[in-house]
C-alpha cells in the first residue's frame, strides 16, 4: 500500500488493484449466476402452473357448463314465463308472478308439497334405520371376505339403473301375479291381496318400500366408513366397565356417527322431491296420491300444456331452498367439530 504525499490517505498498490478488480468481477458474475437461476426456477415454475391449468381446464369446462351454468340459469329462468313452445318467451320477464301462482292460485301445488312431505316421512328414517342397522351388523363380522361379500349384496340395488330397479318392482307389486300378492296367498291365505299400486292408501307407501330397497346401500357405505374409523380400543374399555352391546352403540358409536349422518342428511336433501321414483312407478296416481312436487313441477316442464319451463323453475327453486335449510339445520342440530 502506498502512502498519498501531504494527506496520510493510503492507496493500494497494483497487486491488491488487481485483487480487487478480481474480486469485483467474481462479485458480478456470482449474481449474474444467481439472477439466471432464479430466472429459470421462475420460468419453470410458469411454465408448470401454466400446464396444470391446462390439464384441469377440460374438467372445469364440464363443471361450469354443466353445473354451474344451469344452476344460475334456473335461477334466472324462475323469475320468467318461458315457455317452451312460445316462440320468443325465453326472456319474457313476469318477476315474482310464477311465485304468486304457485302460493296462493295453484291448486295442486300444496297437495304436492304435502305429499312430498308425507314421503320423506315414510322414506328417509327408514332408510337412516335400515343402513345404520345392516352397517353395525356387517362391522360385527370378523371375517374380511364374508364382510366384503355383505357389503357388495347391500350395495348392489345403488349400482341397478333406476328404471331396472323400480321397473323390476312394479312387477313384484302387481296384482295377479306380482310374488307379493302370492306370498300373501300361499303363506297367510289372503284371497286377494291389496292393490299395492293402485290403491290411492297403498300407493305412497309401496313406492317408498321400493326407494329405500334401492337407496339404502350408499347411506350404508358411509355408516360403515365412519364405523370402521371409531378406535376398537373404546369398545373394548367399555366391555372391561361393563357396557353391553346396546350400552357402546349407544355411547360410542351413535355419538361418533354425527359427521356422517349430517353428510347423509345432506346428501340425501334431494328425496324431498322424489322424481324418478313415483314417475316410474305411479306416474303421480292413482287419483294424484304419489303426485309429489318433483313430479308436479316436471309435468309442468315436459309433459302438460306449453311446457312452462319458467313456472317449473321456480317450484324447483322452492325445492332448493327447502334442501338448503333442511342442510342448515342439520348442520345445526348435529354440529361437531369436524362437521
Known amino acids: 500500500m502506498e502512502a498519498l504525499e501531504g494527506h496520510g490517505e493510503v492507496r493500494p498498490g497494483p497487486a491488491e488493484e488487481e485483487a480487487l478488480a478480481h474480486a469485483a468481477k467474481d462479485a458480478r458474475s456470482g449474481n449474474l449466476r444467481a439472477l439466471l437461476r432464479e430466472y429459470r426456477r421462475a420460468r419453470t415454475q410458469r411454465w408448470g402452473t401454466l400446464w396444470g391449468y391446462v ?9 361450469l357448463v354443466f353445473n354451474v351454468w344451469p344452476i344460475f340459469r334456473g335461477f334466472a329462468m324462475a323469475f320468467t314465463d318461458y315457455r317452451y313452445l312460445v316462440p320468443g318467451s325465453e326472456w319474457s320477464w ?10 296462493a292460485h295453484d291448486g295442486q301445488f300444496w297437495p304436492s308439497l304435502g305429499i312430498s ?7 328417509f328414517p327408514s332408510n337412516l334405520l335400515v343402513a345404520l342397522a345392516v352397517a353395525l351388523l356387517i362391522s360385527r363380522i370378523r371375517n374380511s371376505y364374508l364382510a366384503g361379500t355383505y357389503r357388495v349384496i347391500a350395495y348392489l340395488p345403488v349400482v341397478l339403473p333406476i328404471s331396472v330397479a323400480l321397473l323390476l318392482w312394479n312387477q313384484l307389486y302387481n296384482l295377479q301375479f306380482g310374488y307379493f300378492n302370492l306370498i300373501l296367498k300361499d303363506a297367510f291365505g289372503v284371497q286377494a291381496g291389496p292393490n299395492w299400486l293402485g290403491d290411492p292408501g297403498w300407493a305412497l307407501p309401496s313406492v317408498a318400500v321400493a326407494g ?7 347411506n350404508m357405505l358411509l355408516f360403515l366408513v365412519g364405523i370402521y374409523a371409531i378406535s376398537r380400543e373404546l369398545y373394548e374399555a367399555a366391555a372391561i366397565d361393563g357396557a353391553g352391546a346396546l350400552q357402546q352403540i349407544w355411547s360410542i358409536t351413535l355419538p361418533l356417527l354425527r359427521p356422517i349422518f349430517v353428510l347423509i342428511i345432506v346428501l340425501n336433501a334431494g328425496i324431498f322431491g322424489a322424481t324418478e321414483q313415483v314417475l316410474i312407478m305411479t306416474n303421480g296416481g292413482p287419483q294424484h296420491a304419489t303426485l309429489t312436487l318433483g313430479l308436479y313441477l316436471y309435468q309442468q316442464a315436459f309433459q302438460f300444456g306449453d311446457l312452462r319451463l319458467g313456472y317449473a323453475a321456480a317450484m324447483s327453486l322452492f325445492l332448493g331452498v327447502i334442501h338448503m335449510v333442511a342442510s342448515g339445520v342439520a348442520f345445526r342440530v348435529l ?5
Request: glycine share 6%; proline share 3%.
Open 212 to 218: 329405500l330397497w334401492k337407496d339404502f346401500g350408499a
Open 117 to 123: 312431505a308425507e314421503y320423506t316421512i315414510l322414506s
Open 335 to 339: 354440529r361437531t367439530e369436524r362437521s
Open 55 to 63: 390439464f384441469i381446464a377440460p374438467a372445469v369446462s364440464i363443471y
Open 94 to 103: 313476469n318477476g315474482v308472478s310464477n311465485f304468486r301462482e304457485m302460493f
